[in-house]
């Protein structure tokens, strides 16, 4: 073959969702009593939640991706912001590519629909008003993927592909176990054929051993319907078992990535190696047990540079005064981290 002739590569397909430098703040003005003190010099503020802090996010179809991270990091928001629940404060969110804003009304209400979120609380987030039929089968009918005739056969096979008895359907939601509305929850997710479902802790309230079945269900949907999930979690082990990738979330930031295996027998970032040190693990020999320096700080006045230096060990001057980029520290791994400067450069 001639050295000079070049190849056509070809070109990957966009990721299916994707998040371009996405921030989130939520404001609460000041109240009434507020503004009076303020006309007497009180100096007074609104308040400022910077819940997600300038996120780039990816993922691909088919893929599996688990965001981890303690409570109060953004993850749920960033959910949210992912499945179109909330728009960004800045930035920007792609579907195959292209930007949502400049879709038709039309193709932005399909694309929505092939969007969908399972939340933490099953029972809070089914109407207790309704039966299950309705549950499941409104949003179809609503949609005019079925007609309003077919809604009781539809459902049933909805239920029977969670794993639910079809003649149940007429029950309420009070009336189920706290597995089984989970997967009423994942049943009225599937109703409407969506591609890409973000699961927030949708199963941090069961029991050990149904979360082990509702795992092993999401893993069998996605074989069955090409689905694409975004797990979010702060189960390390969970994650573990259902990711394809893993990100680290940290006060609103992605503080590291990569693939699961890789990422989890070699950890880059402080954090990462704190969260994984907290993991529970099955082994026969003694460990010593060091949980992560401090709390977490408050999302309204995160700390400067680095927002992990307060509580990281190999904290450096350089990370109190900027911010490291995420940057790749190899292939498919990334990392935010002033100790990798060296290896960068």
């Known amino acids: 073959m001639n050295a000079d002739v070049e190849v056509d590569l070809v070109p990957q397909p966009p990721p299916l969702v994707e998040l371009r430098r996405v921030s989130k703040r939520f404001v609460k003005p000041l109240d009434l009593p507020a503004r009076i003190a303020n006309l007497l010099g009180a100096g007074l503020h609104d308040e400022i939640v910077h819940a997600v802090d300038r996120v780039d996010l990816g993922i691909a179809e088919r893929e599996v991706v688990g965001l981890v991270g303690e409570s109060g990091c953004g993850k749920s928001t960033l959910g949210r912001i992912a499945v179109g629940m909330l728009p960004p404060t800045k930035g920007e969110r792609r579907w195959r590519g292209e930007r949502l804003p400049d879709q038709s009304p039309a193709d932005a209400r399909q694309q929505q629909l092939k969007t969908?979120?399972?939340?933490?609380?099953p029972y809070a987030s089914l109407n207790p008003r309704l039966r299950v039929v309705e549950i499941v089968g409104e949003a179809p009918v609503v949609h005019g993927l079925i007609a309003p005739q077919q809604q009781v056969e539809y459902v049933g096979l909805q239920l029977n592909r969670v794993g639910l008895d079809p003649t149940l359907m007429r029950r309420f939601p009070h009336q189920f176990s706290g597995g089984q509305r989970a997967r009423i929850g994942i049943a009225r997710a599937l109703a409407v054929n969506p591609e890409f479902i973000v699961c927030d802790e949708s199963?941090?309230?069961?029991?050990?051993?149904?979360q082990a079945q509702v795992l092993n269900?999401?893993?069998?949907l996605r074989a069955a319907l090409n689905l694409t999930y975004l797990f979010i979690s702060h189960d390390l082990g969970v994650v573990r078992h259902i990711s394809d990738r893993v990100l680290i979330m940290y006060l609103g930031r992605i503080v590291e990535s990569g693939p699961t295996q890789q990422l989890f027998s070699a950890p880059n970032h402080p954090y990462t190696q704190a969260l994984l040190l907290e993991m529970g693990r099955l082994e026969p020999k003694k460990r010593t047990f060091v949980p992560i320096r401090g709390e977490i700080p408050s999302p309204m006045a995160p700390p400067s540079g680095c927002h992990f230096h307060p509580r990281c060990p190999y904290a450096m001057r350089i990370c109190r005064d900027l911010a490291p980029p995420l940057d790749e520290i190899a292939p498919?791994?990334?990392?935010?981290c002033h100790l990798n400067d060296e290896v960068r450069h």
């Open 332 to 336: 498919g791994r990334w990392s935010a």
């Open 217 to 220: 269900l999401f893993m069998d």
């Open 116 to 121: 969908q979120m399972i939340f933490q609380d």
């Open 203 to 210: 199963i941090a309230a069961l029991d050990v051993s149904i």
